[in-house]
């Protein structure tokens, strides 16, 4: 068994009560025993370095799932070590930083949300400048989002009436309110930490439209996107690593998992058809996810939704891997809307949470050969 600093955490006082809290709710959801599921617990939190959190977020304690299912999952862990080796810490500014990611998609001719402006409280008189072309330029339905941003804060979707500006979450500012929440950003925690908090900007994009089948599915105006991650190979080559499609529950507007600790949903898509088979994610209330057969608010069943344009959304995500060389790694959202994907962001640093396509064995090969 593995004793390394990693799997340490699960030695605190505090992990042995999520732990077992844990394991209750996984015995009363999967029907099964105490015993067989801590032996798979075990099996892999200790020996494929699977954390507590990975363990219960993506259901991979059911014990419907085959071990050859199973070993095609990769832990953070392995992640980590990997991406490491592919992406150099100096290249991936190209991606995170997503004003110059924008830049980059807009001049290689890869479609991205319309750009509107790119606002820094340091810019000498932004900010009455700024008031006014929010209340006079800019369209009734835009976003705000931090350009080092994390997993969905600081984002904003508003909507102007007149010279107010109202919030996904009903809150209404003026103008100068706006200004005031966007230059607090550098509070805000940065995607890697290699960034400082007071280096975020504001980046301004026309609102995406989703495509209606998928509207349909989640129930409402929001923007579920498509993770697809890439790897170039030492030929050059762009392959597909593995797939999902973040699914909106509740009353969230963004699709981010967190370790279920937002309530949102994932589905494994068919790599070949776009056809959502496994998906996953915790009953209200939990962080603990099983598998579910229906949308909890719509009912639309899963087993009968396709990705819409998904031989365009893979296209999109292959040509994206070859423009962003030098990097070699990147898990790519892409939103789907009436008339084709869009490219939303890069991940320089990906979460596995379905099962990969390639051998992991091949992939780690891969680092070896730069």
Not at 152 to 170: H, M, N, T, V, W
Not at 245 to 269: H, L, Q, R, S
Not at 335 to 348: C, Q
Request: aromatic content about 12%.
């Amino acid at each position: 068994m593995r004793t390394d600093l990693w799997n340490a955490n699960l030695f605190r006082p505090g992990e042995y009560f999520n732990l077992a809290a844990g394991m209750r709710s996984s015995v009363r959801m999967f029907r099964s025993n105490t015993i067989t599921l801590f032996r798979r617990f075990c099996r892999l939190y200790f020996r494929d370095g699977f954390t507590r959190k990975e363990i219960f977020a993506e259901a991979i304690l059911d014990p419907r799932l085959d071990r050859s299912y199973l070993d095609r999952f990769m832990s953070l862990r392995t992640v980590y070590a990997l991406v490491n080796r592919l992406n150099r810490v100096s290249d991936r500014i190209l991606v995170d930083d997503k004003s110059r990611f924008q830049e980059t998609c807009e001049r290689k001719g890869l479609p991205v949300p319309g750009f509107l402006g790119l606002f820094s409280r340091d810019q000498p008189g932004s900010g009455e400048g700024w008031e006014a072309r929010l209340r006079e330029e800019f369209p009734e339905r835009f976003i705000a989002k931090p350009t080092l941003g994390l997993k969905g804060a600081g984002f904003y979707s508003l909507r102007r009436e007149g010279d107010r500006f109202q919030d996904q979450e009903g809150n209404v500012y003026t103008a100068g309110d706006l200004i005031g929440e966007f230059s607090r950003y550098t509070e805000l925690p940065t995607i890697q930490p290699e960034y400082r908090s007071e280096e975020h900007r504001v980046l301004f994009q026309r609102r995406v439209e989703v495509h209606g089948k998928i509207r349909t599915l989640v129930g409402k105006e929001v923007v579920p996107c498509v993770r697809v991650c890439t790897a170039i190979t030492p030929g050059g080559e762009s392959r597909i690593l593995f797939s999902f499609f973040k699914v909106i529950t509740g009353n969230n507007i963004v699709d981010t998992f967190a370790d279920a600790t937002f309530g949102n949903f994932i589905a494994e898509p068919d790599l070949e058809t776009g056809q959502l088979g496994r998906v996953y994610g915790p009953p209200p209330g939990s962080v603990v996810s099983r598998t579910h057969l229906r949308h909890p608010e719509t009912g639309v069943l899963f087993s009968r939704f396709k990705v819409p344009y998904w031989k365009e959304v893979l296209a999109l995500a292959r040509e994206a891997a070859l423009a962003f060389r030098p990097l070699r790694t990147i898990g790519w959202d892409i939103a789907v809307t009436p008339t084709g994907p869009l490219l939303i962001e890069g991940n320089t640093i990906w979460d596995p949470l379905v099962p990969l396509r390639i051998p992991i064995g091949e992939l780690e090969s891969w680092s070896s050969e730069r």
